[in-house]
């Protein structure tokens, strides 16, 4: 079984700044992907950022520039620094992990339960 634990959300000001975390632990032989959802209600949920394996990074265009993705491969967790935060950024935030729990076996998609992120003056 893999759980995922995010943390960091909450309420600031236009123009503050979060730092989500995820942390990722249970049964994984290797984490390929780790990656940052977000959703509004009636809305799909959109990638945010994403961070493969190697360090490759990935944005959404509405976040380039004031988000950065990063992970602690050796205790997998990743983390998103939110700067310049925007009241467009108010969303549900989800960690989306991409694990292979055995050698072998396929990969997996996992997704944390979600945490709030509200930017309100």
């Known amino acids: 079984q893999v759980q995922l634990v995010e943390s960091g959300g909450g309420l600031v000001q236009p123009g503050e700044s979060l730092r989500l975390s995820c942390a990722v632990s249970?049964?994984?032989?290797?984490?390929?992907?780790m990656g940052w959802y977000r959703q509004n209600p009636g809305k799909e949920r959109e990638l945010a950022a994403g961070?493969?394996?190697?360090?490759?990074?990935n944005y959404a265009d509405s976040v380039k520039g004031r988000f950065t993705i990063s992970r602690d491969n050796a205790e997998n967790i990743v983390y998103l620094q939110m700067n310049s935060l925007k009241p467009e950024d108010t969303a549900v935030y989800y960690c989306?992990?991409?694990?292979?729990?055995?050698?072998?076996?396929?990969?997996?998609?996992?997704w944390g339960k979600g945490i709030l992120v509200t930017i309100s003056s």
């Open positions: 989306n992990v991409l694990v292979r729990v055995r050698r072998y076996a396929s990969a997996g998609t996992y």
């Open positions: 249970g049964s994984i032989f290797s984490v390929i992907s």
């Open positions: 961070i493969s394996s190697s360090g490759s990074t």
